[in-house]
């Protein structure tokens, strides 16, 4: 028994670390073919021997994060119940949705911090991880929250969402228009404008959706008035290796928060990101600029 969790564990580290050295080579060979431009807001590009040492210790530290992230799948079949919001605590409830291939697990470490600061309705929503369909992931998020407002008697909610969630969740809003019941939306390594890296993945609909330029991420776009509906933060790094470019990341119109030395899964477990997570959900909301009308994407 002892050989064999051994055997497991071992096998688990190892795959986590040749899926990361995929994708940081393949990120490595999409940067040289098209090499990040500076995100809006930058005033100069990072020395290259910083983003060296960077990119050195993000892979260690992903790698870890990866291997971790696989062990906990297990405990993302828990179904906590929704309590109802107790008086006096300003808090909204907040959604937790994870990203492509990734579990609801993802975020044990951020719902521990957010807990402990305050944040005690939290609800991980379980969609589609592969070979789904994004417009679809997005309608079954649209009936978790209306379930959790219902049951929690909450007017509005929260989302935090990891990598491909953050497009789900945009899709979402943009279905249902004024009526969405959220509040804000943090996004953590989102690819709002798609990404380049592991295109050997490219027969899942779900990476084809994710792919700059795709039909889907030009309607998406095309008909996003997210944020003028609710407040929108996006978090990214630059030293993420599978939003490629990096500045894919960048939402406009939101707040956007580059951070650097971290990975995509590794994003989850730092306590920088966690500290600009909860800054934002503690903001004021500021008031919306207008109401906006619904529009489908699938």
């Known amino acids: ?28 060979l999409a940067r040289r073919r098209q090499p990040d431009p500076l995100p809006p807001d930058d005033d100069e590009p990072i020395p290259w021997p910083a983003r060296i040492i960077a990119g050195v ?15 906990t799948i297990p405990l993302s079949f828990r179904r906590p119940r929704v309590r109802s919001l107790e008086g006096g605590n300003p808090c909204r409830p907040v959604i937790l949705l994870h990203g492509y291939a990734q579990h609801t697990a993802n975020f044990l470490w951020i719902g521990r911090r957010l807990r402990r600061d305050g944040w005690v309705h939290l609800h991980s929503v379980r969609h589609t991880p592969i070979r789904g369909d994004i417009g679809r992931s997005a309608a079954h998020l649209g009936r978790a929250i209306e379930r959790i407002r219902r049951e929690s ?23 249902a228009g004024a009526t969405s019941g959220v509040a804000r939306l943090i996004t953590l390594g989102t690819p709002h404008q798609g990404t380049e890296v592991l295109r050997w993945l490219g027969r899942d609909p779900m990476v084809g959706q994710m792919r700059p330029g795709s039909p889907f ?36 119109g939101a707040h956007n928060i580059q951070v650097c030395g971290l990975g995509h899964m590794s994003l989850l477990f730092s306590r920088r990101v966690y500290e600009l997570v909860r800054e934002n959900l503690a903001a004021e909301i500021p008031p919306r600029r207008v109401p906006a009308p619904s529009a489908s994407v699938r």
Do not use: K, W
């Open 1 to 28: 028994m002892v050989r064999l969790v051994g055997d497991l564990l071992l096998a688990v580290v190892v795959g986590s670390v040749v899926f990361n050295l995929l994708a940081y080579g393949s990120a490595a």
């Open 153 to 175: 008697c909450a007017a509005e909610v929260d989302i935090i969402a990891h990598s491909m969630g953050g497009l789900v969740a945009r899709a979402f809003l943009c279905q």
């Open 57 to 71: 210790s993000a892979f260690g530290a992903e790698c870890a994060a990866t291997t971790l992230l696989t062990l």
């Open 217 to 252: 991420l030009c309607q998406l776009t095309a008909s996003d008035v997210v944020p003028e509906m609710v407040d929108c933060t996006s978090i990214y790094s630059a030293d993420d290796a599978i939003v490629v470019p990096s500045t894919n990341a960048y939402y406009p």
